[in-house]
C-alpha cells in the first residue's frame, strides 16, 4: 500500500491564483481531512470528510473548498491564493471506528509545502 | 472536542524516560485520548490513545488518571530519534480532530 500520497510536494503560486493540492489514499478510509501547520505552529483542520460525497468545516475553512467524490480522494481547492496562505498542507485519513463514531489512528501523507507571493 | 494544555518544551537525557504531560480537565466521558508526534517537518504519527484504562504498545505507554483530567506519555528509553513535536489529542467523533501547538521534546545525548 502507497499509504497516504500527496501531489505536489512544493508549489508556489502569485496572489490571486487557484490551485488544487491533491490528496489520494488506498486503505478504504472512510474518514479523510486537511490541515495547515505554518511556521512553529500546530496543525489546524481546514476541512474534513466522513465519507464519499460528505464534507464538513474544520477551524479554518475561508478560502478553501474540498470534495470527496470517490473514497480514495479529498483534493483541496485555493480559490484565490493569499501570502495568508503560504504553509505546509497536510492530507490524513483513518478508518471508521466498530463503534461507528469513533475512529481509529490517523495516517498522514508527507505534506505540501505552498508559497504564496 | 475537549481542549487540552501541554508544556511548550521538555528535555530528556538519552536512555531516560521521557514523561511527558497533558491536561484535559474538561474531557468528557466518550471522549479518547490520543498521542501523536512529529520528527521535523514530516506529517505526523500515532503513537497511542485510551480511553480511561493505561495503555502500552510498542512505542509507549499512556497513563491515564482516574478522573480522567490529565494523562501521561511514557517513552521508556528515550533516543535521539525521539527528539519531535507531540501532540495529545482528544476527541470523540472523529468530525474534528484537532492539534494544538504540542510540547518540543528535545532527547540530549
Known amino acids: 500500500n502507497a499509504g497516504v500520497t500527496q501531489t505536489p510536494k512544493f508549489q508556489v503560486l502569485k496572489t490571486g491564483q487557484s490551485m488544487t493540492l491533491q490528496c489520494a489514499q488506498d486503505?478504504?478510509?472512510?474518514?479523510m481531512s486537511w490541515y495547515r501547520q505554518d511556521p512553529g505552529m500546530g496543525l489546524r483542520l481546514i476541512h474534513y470528510s466522513v465519507g464519499a460525497g460528505i464534507t464538513d468545516q474544520g477551524e479554518v475553512p475561508n478560502g478553501y473548498n474540498v470534495s470527496r467524490s470517490t473514497t480514495e480522494d479529498f483534493p483541496l481547492r485555493l480559490l484565490s491564493a493569499a501570502p495568508s496562505q503560504t504553509s505546509v498542507y497536510f492530507c490524513?485519513?483513518?478508518?471508521?471506528?466498530?463503534?461507528?463514531?469513533?475512529?481509529?489512528?490517523?495516517?498522514f501523507g508527507p505534506g505540501t509545502r505552498l508559497t504564496v507571493l | 472536542d475537549a481542549k487540552t494544555t501541554q508544556p511548550t518544551s521538555m528535555d530528556c537525557a538519552e536512555g531516560r524516560a521521557a514523561n511527558l504531560p497533558c491536561n484535559h480537565s474538561?474531557?468528557?466521558?466518550?471522549?479518547?485520548v490520543y498521542w501523536y508526534r512529529q520528527i521535523h517537518s514530516q506529517g505526523p504519527q500515532y503513537i497511542i490513545h485510551g480511553l480511561k484504562n493505561n495503555e502500552t504498545n510498542e512505542m509507549a505507554s499512556l497513563i491515564i488518571t482516574e478522573d480522567r483530567k490529565s494523562s501521561t506519555l511514557i517513552l521508556p528509553h528515550a533516543t535521539l530519534r525521539d527528539t519531535a513535536v507531540y501532540y495529545c489529542i482528544v476527541r470523540a467523533n472523529a468530525g474534528k480532530s484537532t492539534f494544538g501547538d504540542g510540547t518540543t521534546l528535545t532527547v540530549k545525548p
Open positions: 490524513a485519513s483513518a478508518q471508521t471506528g466498530t463503534s461507528g463514531s469513533l475512529y481509529n489512528e490517523q495516517f
Open positions: 474538561t474531557i468528557s466521558g466518550n471522549e479518547y
Open positions: 486503505m478504504n478510509h472512510e474518514y
